[in-house]
């Protein structure tokens, strides 16, 4: 069963995820009409992977006897001056997904609840991939600097990590 606590921070973190999916919906959206068919490849298919890690957690709280509780979301934003400007805040926004799984595994520790900690481990792992991801991405496009046809190349590249990411899995 769990605490009323720890159902608490789970439900914040099913809010978080589905608001990950939404904001990489929109920069998908984004990319895909300024041309980048791979950029946007890539968003579309990480906007389902966090509504999967939300489902995930949905999932996890209902059989643990809790209850799953979906949240109203904010509007993403839609627009981008550049894809540097787009990858940085898909970084930023990885590392504030980092936190709040690390102050959640913090409280299954508080809590004693340690299958719920020990659930939270395959978010750990998860976002230490995600943040090496995005910090790998944001390092060659600083290397691309303003070449266009260096993006072209990118967004070549960049269907790549999805066939690569696929093939994980």
């Known amino acids: 069963m769990l605490s009323a606590t720890i159902q608490d921070a789970l439900n914040k ?23 980048f068919e791979g950029v946007s490849q890539f968003m579309y298919a990480h906007s389902d992977e966090e509504r999967m890690h939300m489902l995930k957690l949905v999932k996890f709280i209902n059989e643990r006897g809790g209850h799953a509780i979906i ?6 934003r839609v627009s981008f001056n550049s894809f540097k400007e787009l990858f940085e805040e898909l970084f930023n926004h990885e590392v504030a997904v980092s936190a709040s799984i690390n102050e959640l595994v913090d409280i299954s520790l508080q809590e004693k609840d340690y299958a719920t ?29 303003d070449d266009k046809s260096g993006f072209y190349l990118f967004d070549n590249d960049i269907k790549q990590l999805i066939v690569a990411e696929e093939a994980q899995e």
């Open 13 to 35: 973190q099913v809010s978080i995820e589905a608001q990950s999916s939404q904001a990489y919906l929109a920069m998908a959206s984004w990319a895909e009409t300024q041309g």
């Open 71 to 76: 949240s109203p979301l904010e509007a993403p």
């Open 117 to 145: 900690h020990n659930f939270l481990q395959w978010y750990v792992s998860e976002q230490i991939e995600e943040e090496a991801l995005a910090r790998n991405i944001l390092d060659k496009i600083n290397l691309i600097g």
